[in-house]
């Protein structure tokens, strides 16, 4: 069987540590790896627009901040093939079928869904396109017969209704077709779910708690001043439970990082037992975080911004992949359909 990596992104702004820790990383592993047939990095614009569809110019303007993203942190168009969701004509029928696949109370019990169904004020009237997104992500991933993707965790229950329909449909047409599928999550537990600055569970946009890979040195250190820690005197013992500051260090600091700018200490295991005890302000520890953070970071934002200028080579880079990427999509729907028993003409 081949080895086929797929993953994507909604284009509704720029991306944020939390993505950074919670699959780009892993992403950047796999391509350094090299161990894979093909590798989609899809821009998923018509998924986007499922809860943005009376702002598409924020999907269109989002999708070369994206792209800035995904080149500025080292994903590389020689290695992986870079495609845009919409121009995909294959994914909007395959979506169509595997609709009847899935029983109308099953869409309604995605916890990611029923979450976002909350948080995005939709009130009574929640699109039919945006409770379907998961059907329409199965066929991102299926069309392109990927059995490895690289997400956060809370694209999981995605996953799980596309192994679903795959099972259904290969059940019911008697072929295999369809390739099942699992998640490639971060190893490290605190990356699964970054949280806010302001100490949310969720690093997110619309809260406005993010520091972005496009952020330069000036605004992380902002940003990292501004986190609220627990106010305790400094001969206190500190407190680890709930601490933006060492949730972040433990995503991002290694052995080197203390090496580098923090001697005193070899490892996060030695820092949190001597913050424990008491006698470390969190002055100190902001400090570190913003070394650490911008060490990673700055080269990303440096680049982000030469790649500013480079537009309509990115547009060139999308083009040439989503080309491809019907290619491959369309021999699926081809044999979806034989598979079927609706293709008449062929
Ligand atoms: N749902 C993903 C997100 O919220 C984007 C996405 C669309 C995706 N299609 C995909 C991710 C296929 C992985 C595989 O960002």
Redesign the pocket.
């Known amino acids: 069987m081949k080895n086929i990596i797929?993953?994507?992104?909604?284009p509704t702004g720029h991306l944020h540590i939390g993505h950074y820790v919670g699959s780009l990383r892993n992403r950047l592993k796999l391509q350094n790896e090299g161990k894979y047939d093909e590798f989609y990095m899809?821009i998923?614009d018509a998924?986007a627009l499922t809860d943005n569809a009376d702002n598409p110019q924020k999907v269109r303007s989002s999708v070369l901040e994206l792209m800035m993203d995904y080149l500025a942190v080292g994903l590389d168009p020689k290695k992986m093939t870079f495609l845009i969701?919409s121009e995909i004509r294959a994914l909007p029928e395959l979506t169509a079928y595997y609709m009847n696949f899935v029983p109308y109370s099953r869409v309604l019990r995605n916890p990611t869904v029923k979450t976002e169904i909350k948080s995005k004020a939709f009130g009574r009237s929640v699109p039919i396109g945006f409770i379907n997104?998961p059907v329409?992500?199965a066929a991102?991933?299926t069309a392109f017969k990927?059995n490895l993707?690289?997400?956060?965790e809370?694209?999981e229950p995605?996953?799980e209704q596309t192994r679903e329909i795959v099972r259904s449909f290969n059940r019911i047409y008697k072929k295999d077709v369809l390739v099942e599928c699992k998640a490639l999550l971060p190893d490290n537990e605190v990356c699964m779910r970054l949280p806010g600055t302001d100490g949310n569970e969720k690093m997110s946009k619309s809260i406005g708690n993010c520091i972005y890979l496009s952020d330069d040195s000036a605004t992380i250190k902002k940003k990292v001043n501004s986190i609220v820690t627990f106010p305790r005197d400094i001969n206190e013992p500190g407190i680890l439970k709930g601490n933006v500051l060492f949730t972040y260090l433990e995503a991002f600091a290694t052995n080197d990082s203390f090496k580098d700018f923090y001697p005193e200490f070899k490892n996060l295991d030695e820092l949190k037992n001597a913050y424990k005890k008491g006698g470390i302000g969190d002055g100190r520890i902001k400090k570190f975080l913003f070394e650490v953070l911008d060490k990673e970071l700055s080269p990303i934002a440096k680049r982000r911004v030469e790649l500013a200028d480079k537009k309509d080579e990115l547009m060139d880079i999308l083009k040439a992949g989503t080309k491809k990427a019907n290619a491959a999509a369309d021999a699926t729907l081809a044999e979806v359909k034989d598979a079927m028993g609706i293709n008449y003409f062929a």
């Open positions: 797929m993953t994507g992104d909604r899809m998923a998924q969701q997104y329409s992500q991102d991933i990927a993707v690289p997400v956060g809370d694209q995605m996953l």
